[in-house]
């Protein structure tokens, strides 16, 4: 049974110039180590650090009361599976608010072009749960 879903556009170009202006300290704020080499290794880095931005923002829209949690954006992290596709794991308070929601799994899609990064995803839970 689907229990939320979030949605999120970022512009490219701003990311970009939050990782020039802020460097490394805005970096490891946002996204973790795993993030940040997946995205620095690909030729286009901002498009990838912005949908790992948009998923970010969208997974807190899926659960709706989020922004009230004290959850830290490397709370959430999206690695990559073997095929390529993204999953999303939460830890910390994001994990405990995953729990509390009864929510059995995160799923997320994301897709990037030059000028925008999309991400959504959708909270499923087990149903008897
Ligand atoms: C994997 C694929 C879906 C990526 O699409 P794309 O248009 O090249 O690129 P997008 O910007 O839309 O999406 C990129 C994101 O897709 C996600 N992705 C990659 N592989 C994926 C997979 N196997 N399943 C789901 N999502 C995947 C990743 O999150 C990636 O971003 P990231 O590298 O920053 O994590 C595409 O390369 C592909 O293989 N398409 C299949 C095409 C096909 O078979 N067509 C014929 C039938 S319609």
């Known amino acids: ?66 922004r009230k949690s004290p959850v830290n954006w490397t709370d959430i992290e999206i690695f990559n599976d073997k095929e390529g596709r993204p999953v999303m794991l939460l830890s910390n308070e994001a994990l405990k608010l995953k729990r509390r929601k009864n929510v059995s799994e995160v799923v997320v899609s994301m897709s990037h072009s030059k000028n925008y990064a999309v991400a959504s995803v959708i909270l499923l839970r087990k149903s008897g749960k």
């Open 1 to 66: 049974m689907i229990v939320g879903t979030g949605i999120d556009i970022v512009e490219v170009f701003r990311m970009r110039d939050a990782i020039s202006k802020w460097g490394n300290s805005f970096l490891t704020k946002v996204f973790t180590d795993k993030e940040i080499s997946y995205s620095n290794s690909k030729r286009f880095a901002p498009q990838h650090f912005a949908a790992r931005f948009a998923a970010k923002e969208a997974v807190v829209k899926a659960f709706g009361e989020a």
